[in-house]
């Protein structure tokens, strides 16, 4: 799938150039480096390494309320600042080549004041000005982050999910316990890439059921929040061939013991991709679509693993709507599986989020009032 980057703010711009990175050291690639990264304050603070420096767009630097560092915070003067910033923004996307794309990907820190503000409004510009479908990467705020942050990601939610075509959202929280933020940023960019750029195969390679955009934007198309999962595994780098690879699937060959081998390890690879580590922990039952594909030297692409992690997402995810597809690269060394979970609603971390944001509001509110009683 082909999809053009815009990252907002610090963290949207961050995770945005790490995506461009792993493409170059995967030597797969969605967005062949299509992207711009925004931000709000008085000088460029980010430095990126992938992102060239023209595709730096730095808005709000002449506002008189912009400090420093930005909008310290405050999501109403990010959206103003973006929507008085318009025309350059504007003027900004037009070196993007989004009628080429399958759509944009817009980047968003939903706990920042500039993530959740401008990351509002410069989605529902490009979804005005582009017929493409605009989906979103939100990135949840940790619960240290405070109550603040927990607002403003509660009423990001309520504007961008809405405005998106879909949201994939990321769980800073659960992230945060066992690794460190570059590292989250790192996992973050290696699930993105996997799941977007299936279908990228080398032309040498005979794909049977092979994963491409129609089968993304089909699990995309309820819209609501997405998490992906993914798990891999190393494997031996030599393969038998391409024929011994489309017997099986067209009834050649016998079910050898080491078939059998391998189509458990494709099972357990699809399973621990889905019940650990997904970039926002949800129940698995609540998606209404999910798509699972899977990626690695074709000689691992067990057809009988595959078929039988399909039927077992399907249980799990108690729908059919599941789609599936393998993305054959001859010389990995590593086999892959990427779930994506669409428009779930069983998320406790969001039910979490929201109460931290509606405590926050009270304390503040009752703050407000003794203040002007005094």
């Not at 992102?51 to 909008?71: K, N, S």
């Not at 759509?103 to 510009?125: H, M, N, P, W």
Request: a negative charge; aromatic letters at 4%.
């Amino acid at each position: 799938m082909n999809l053009a980057l815009v990252g907002v703010g610090e963290t949207g711009s961050r995770i945005v150039d790490r995506i461009i990175e792993t493409e170059a050291e995967t030597g797969r690639s969605f967005s062949q480096g299509d992207a711009l990264v925004c931000e709000i304050s008085q000088t460029a603070t980010v430095e990126l390494n992938a992102v060239p420096e023209e595709r730096h767009v730095l808005i709000g630097d002449t506002h008189q309320q912009i400090i420093e560092h930005g909008v310290d915070g405050d999501p109403d003067l990010a959206a103003e600042v973006t929507r008085a910033d318009l025309p350059e923004i504007r003027r900004a996307f037009d070196s993007l080549s989004i009628q080429e794309a399958d759509g944009v990907l817009v980047v968003t820190d939903l706990g920042s004041g500039t993530g959740s503000g401008a990351g509002s409004v410069l989605i529902e510009e490009l979804q005005a000005t582009h017929d493409e479908p605009v989906y979103a990467l939100g990135v949840l705020p940790a619960e240290s982050d405070g109550g603040g942050s927990a607002l403003n990601a509660a009423r990001a939610l309520r504007s961008i999910v809405p405005a998106a075509e879909n949201m994939i959202t990321f769980d800073h929280e659960t992230w945060r316990k066992d690794e460190d933020g570059e590292y989250a940023i790192d996992a973050l960019a290696t699930r993105v890439v996997t799941l977007f750029a299936a279908g990228e195969f080398d032309s040498s390679t005979v794909a049977e059921n092979a994963a491409d955009s129609s089968d993304l934007i089909r699990t995309f198309a309820p819209g609501g929040l997405s998490s992906i999962g993914y798990a891999s595994t190393d494997v031996e780098s030599d393969t038998p061939g391409l024929l011994a690879r489309l017997l099986p699937w067209f009834g050649g060959g016998s079910d050898s013991e080491d078939d059998t081998t391998d189509a458990a390890k494709v099972k357990a690879l699809v399973r621990q991709a889905t019940g650990a580590r997904l970039t926002m922990p949800c129940e698995v039952s609540s998606a209404e679509r999910a798509l699972v594909v899977l990626s690695g030297p074709p000689s691992e692409l067990s057809r009988r693993g595959f078929e039988s992690a399909r039927q077992w997402l399907e249980q799990e995810a108690d729908t059919v709507e599941i789609l599936a597809g393998d993305d054959p690269r001859e010389q990995s060394t590593t086999l892959e599986a990427v779930v994506l979970l669409s428009n779930v609603t069983d998320v406790p971390r969001i039910d979490a989020l929201q109460s931290q944001a509606v405590d926050h509001k009270h304390a503040a509110d009752e703050t407000a009032a003794a203040d002007d009683a005094e």
